[in-house]
């Protein structure tokens, strides 16, 4: 069974960089649509982004974009989450989440199109 393993979250300052770093382990990496979601107190977990098994397209919740990059190095088996310019409304739980299951566009929004979930590391961004 695969196991999602998210890193890099911590304290940071409005105008701060994080990375998170998400290793799946179990399968074989390359083949499935990675995504990145985060969940905030008191409110539902949302996407945030998306990349495909090549790493040729990528998809943004809006409220990211120009600001959060999501890569993926297959070699390693890893996802990143370059999360920059960082505001207090990013504060979440983020969680790696992975699907083999051939999506496109819209369905990478969708918590019910991924199948393995990590733990989830929490980023505070506050002053």
């Known amino acids: 069974q695969v196991q999602l393993v998210e890193s890099g979250g911590g304290l940071v300052q409005p105008g701060d960089s994080l990375r998170l770093s998400c290793a799946p382990s179990?399968?074989?990496?390359?083949?499935?649509?990675m995504g990145w979601f985060r969940q905030a107190p008191g409110k539902e977990r949302q996407f945030v982004a998306g990349?495909?098994?090549?790493?040729?397209?990528?998809r943004y919740t809006d409220s990211v974009k120009g600001r959060f990059t999501i890569s993926r190095d297959n070699a390693k088996n890893t996802v990143y989450l370059q999360m920059n310019n960082l505001k207090p409304e990013d504060t979440a739980v983020y969680y790696c989440?992975?699907?083999?299951?051939?999506?496109?566009?819209?369905?990478?929004?969708?918590?019910?199109?991924?199948?393995?979930w990590g733990q989830g590391t929490q980023v505070t961004v506050s002053s």
């Open positions: 990349i495909s098994p090549s790493g040729t397209y990528t």
């Open positions: 179990g399968r074989t990496f390359s083949n499935y649509v």
């Open positions: 989440a992975l699907t083999p299951r051939i999506i496109g566009g819209p369905a990478y929004d969708k918590e019910r199109n991924y199948d393995a």
